[in-house]
T-cell receptor, first 117, second 110 residues
């Protein structure tokens, strides 16, 4: 199994450009999410989805859009990139997000390093 | 919202030394998790804790769920160079969203 696959690994954008970060999982996971990691800030939740057709905002959603048309894919869109969005982005998925053991099986991708100039 | 205070922010130790790090919160959590992130990779779950007072080991790693449910500790015994990385605590309480600490960056000198 490939697990959680993120593309691209690295990306440089100019301010105002748009792009989509791709995330795909082949584990039939219901729950998918996007985090950003900044120095000294830890992991902050951007958006998440508990199933196809369902998305919701996390802690830092502004400037990002998501959609979940299939169980496998959860792309993150930057409509107009800003320097403040320079960060490392992680996609994570889990079989489900119900019950007591929600965080036990959260699988992370290897990340996308984004620089906005 | 719920916040976690993770300390220390960074540690520089010699190979063979023991390591301790902790997370505290003003909120009560039902679940405490510890993740490790290797350079250039995503975090990987090390230990999950679900009960106040619970002590769980994974090889040289031992983690505890604090009695007050507001803190958790991770200990690494006899550190080795491959222990290098960033260790994150994460907690989950009534909001059902996983909250991450800011991480402890561990450097192990051979």
């Amino acid at each position: 199994n490939a697990g959680v696959t993120q593309t691209p690994k690295f990306q440089v954008l100019k301010t105002g450009q748009s792009m989509t970060l791709q995330c795909a999982q082949d584990m039939n996971h219901e729950y998918m999410s996007w985090y950003r990691q900044d120095p000294g800030m830890g992991l902050r939740l951007i958006h998440y989805s508990v199933g196809a057709g369902i998305t919701d905002q996390g802690e830092v959603p502004n400037g990002y859009n998501v959609s979940r048309s299939t169980t496998e894919d959860f792309p993150l869109r930057l409509l107009s990139a800003a320097p403040s969005q320079t960060s490392v982005y992680f996609c994570a998925s889990s079989l489900s997000w119900t019950g007591d053991k929600k965080g036990e099986k959260l699988f992370f991708g290897s990340g996308t390093q984004l620089s906005v100039l | 919202g719920q916040q976690l205070n993770q300390s220390p922010q960074s540690m520089f130790i010699q190979e063979g030394e023991d390591v301790s790090m902790n997370c505290t919160s003003s909120s009560i959590f039902n679940t405490w998790l510890w993740y490790k992130q290797d350079p250039g990779e995503g975090p990987v779950l090390l230990i999950a804790l679900y009960k106040a007072g619970e002590l769980t080991s994974n090889g040289r790693l031992t983690a505890q769920f604090g009695i007050t449910r507001k803190d958790s500790f991770l200990n690494i015994s006899a550190s080795i160079p491959s222990d290098v990385g960033i260790y994150f605590c994460a907690g989950q309480g009534g909001s059902e969203k996983l909250v991450f600490g800011k991480g402890t960056k561990l450097t192990v000198n051979p």
